[in-house]
């Protein structure tokens, strides 16, 4: 069974660009969550999506959005890019109707110069 | 607001010993989840082991063993007969109830982490 899947692994871009970042969740969960982590701020709560619907957002700035598709991969951007938006980006899927953990991805390591 | 706090930033054990891991929270809420992740440096987040906060029961996963104090909000791991293999920063992460809607759906509030380190 395929775990969750991000893409690219690895990114470098310049201040003021744009990114899109890509995740494919296990087949069957409907629920997508992102995550930022850097050295300073720890794990933070972007958004969660579930059956093309953002339910939750956390405390970002409107540079930073996201979507879901009908396949339920999702995919989340940041507009304008900041210095301070480099970090690793965690995508983690779930199935619904139960608890159950969230199943994380490897991430995208993204440097902002 | 939930609050996660993991008071040690590091910690050591030598392989085949038992080591805990200490993890606290804050929360209004009576009904959550708790959970237990490990990250290596491969970065993918495991899951370890999960809580749910009505079961006085602890939870066990093989090795690894969780000591749940609801009332003094406390969530510790334990690793026993530790290996190598489990190496890694090590997170403790709090959930609402699916019931508790609003801004707390969803989202998993993590602690600071500790990093564990095992000595051959």
């Known amino acids: 069974k395929a775990g969750v899947t991000q893409t690219p692994r690895y990114l470098i871009k310049t201040r003021g660009q744009q990114v899109t970042l890509s995740c494919s969740p296990i087949?069957?969960?409907?629920?997508v969550s992102w995550y930022q982590q850097t050295p300073g701020q720890g794990l933070q709560f972007l958004f969660e999506?579930?059956?093309?619907?953002?339910?939750n957002k956390g405390n970002f700035p409107g540079r930073f959005s996201g979507r879901q598709f009908s396949n339920s991969r999702s995919e989340m951007n940041v507009s304008t890019l900041e210095l301070g938006d480099s970090a690793l980006y965690l995508c983690?899927?779930?199935?619904?109707?139960?608890?159950?953990?969230?199943?994380f991805g490897s991430g995208t390591r993204l440097t902002v110069v | 607001a939930q609050t996660v706090t993991q008071s040690q930033p590091e910690m050591s054990v030598q392989e085949a010993e038992t080591v805990t891991l200490s993890c606290t929270y804050d929360?209004?809420?009576?009904?959550?989840?708790l959970f237990w992740y490990k990250q290596p440096p491969s970065r993918q987040m495991i899951l370890v082991i999960r809580?749910?906060?009505?079961?006085?029961q602890n939870a066990t996963e093989n090795r690894f063993s969780v000591n749940f104090q609801k009332a003094a909000k406390s969530f510790s791991l334990k690793i026993s007969d530790s290996q190598l293999g489990d190496a890694a920063m090590y997170f403790c992460a709090y959930r609402s109830s699916p019931d508790a809607g609003g801004t707390s759906y969803g989202k998993l509030t993590f602690g600071q982490g500790t990093i564990l380190t095992v000595h051959p």
């Open positions: 087949s069957g969960h409907r629920s």
């Open positions: 999506y579930f059956s093309e619907t953002q339910r």
């Open positions: 809580q749910e906060a009505y079961k006085q």
């Open positions: 929360t209004s809420e009576s009904d959550y989840y």
């Open positions: 983690a899927s779930r199935r619904t109707g139960g608890d159950y953990g969230y199943t």
